[in-house]
DNA sequence: AAGTGTACCAACCGCCGAGCG
DNA sequence: CCGCTCGGCGGTTGGTACACT
């Protein structure tokens, strides 16, 4: 026979966590690490899957994670890595530590797609949306000279000129502006993609003047990488102020645990 | 103030490849 | 080799908060 079933999915608890699960379950993962996620909500004491525990581990408990809004460098990164890999959200989270998988296929779905929509993108193959290329032919007529001067010198330098140029008409809706100049970087050497690239941090903050990028939370990468060498050594006060961070971004996320001190100086600081 | 619409995101669902027995 | 489960993945849903009318 093969393994042992995942879960008995009758009686197992289902919806948001508690911050006593969570406590739970932390406690259990720092105590004994993680063999198989079958086991984990058994000797944790939890009624859930272990699948369900290992998707909570992963996006939300992991001390590794950098929480916080995306920076305008990242959200470049994310799409030009989509552009290479598709909806291969893993593969894509892999160039981000500190960021899950769903994390980014959410800020996706929420954000980035629908910037996209409005730069005359289509999301999914990075191409110009073809119902944009009238008015993106019509304006592109009538920018010969520019297009012709983009083809020549192979730069983004063209499509940027039209974006600030784009940005003075006031009688040419936003869209407009977004797929002429799409269609601007279609019609010369320069990709979609490259041309998105490139001008994504001046259209953005046209199309989201409200956008603030709050600079990213704590940064606890590393933090549990090391976990296992400070909580044995506890000779590192490096070591401990960057385990202590982590407990306090917690802290500050999950409210308060009643045991937090308890987890707190027997695992990091002893 | 109440109702409605929208955005966001945590969590679930179902599929698939790897691997165990 | 086969049957089965696990772990991982991507798609989707549902609840909540916020914005708008």
């Not at 003075?168 to 010369?188: H, I, N, R, Y």
């Not at 909580?231 to 645990?257: A, F, R």
Request: proline letters at 3%.
């Amino acid at each position: 026979m093969g393994r042992q079933p995942c879960c008995e999915k009758i009686g197992l608890k289902r919806g948001p966590w508690t911050i006593e699960e969570d406590h739970k379950l932390m406690t259990f993962i720092l105590n004994n690490g993680i063999q198989c996620w079958r086991t984990v909500p058994k000797f944790a004491g939890l009624l859930r899957c272990g699948k369900s525990c290992r998707l909570r581990w992963i996006n939300y408990l992991r001390p590794d994670l950098k929480r916080g809004a995306f920076s305008e460098m990242e959200e470049n990164q994310i799409i030009e890595l989509h552009a290479r890999l598709g909806n291969r959200w893993s593969k894509i989270a892999s160039h981000f530590p500190g960021r899950t998988d769903n994390e980014i296929k959410n800020h996706w779905n929420t954000k980035i797609k629908k910037k996209l929509r409005l730069l005359g993108i289509n999301p999914l193959t990075h191409e110009a949306i073809e119902k944009k290329q009238d008015i993106v032919e019509n304006e592109s007529r009538s920018q010969n000279d520019r297009d012709q001067q983009e083809k020549d010198d192979g730069s983004v330098a063209g499509t940027a000129q039209l974006v600030s140029e784009l940005e003075s008409k006031d009688d040419f809706t936003l869209m407009d502006k977004a797929a002429a100049v799409s269609c601007q970087s279609e019609s010369s050497s320069i990709t979609t993609h490259q041309y998105l690239i490139n001008n994504y941090e001046i259209l953005s903050r046209n199309l989201e003047p409200q956008t603030c990028y709050s600079p990213s939370s704590i940064s606890l990468e590393d933090s549990f990488r090391h976990l296992n060498y400070y909580s044995t050594t506890s000779s590192s006060s490096s070591g401990s102020v960057q385990v202590q961070q982590w407990i306090e971004s917690v802290e500050d996320s999950m409210m308060l645990w009643d045991g937090i001190d308890h987890i707190d100086h027997r695992l990091f600081l002893s």
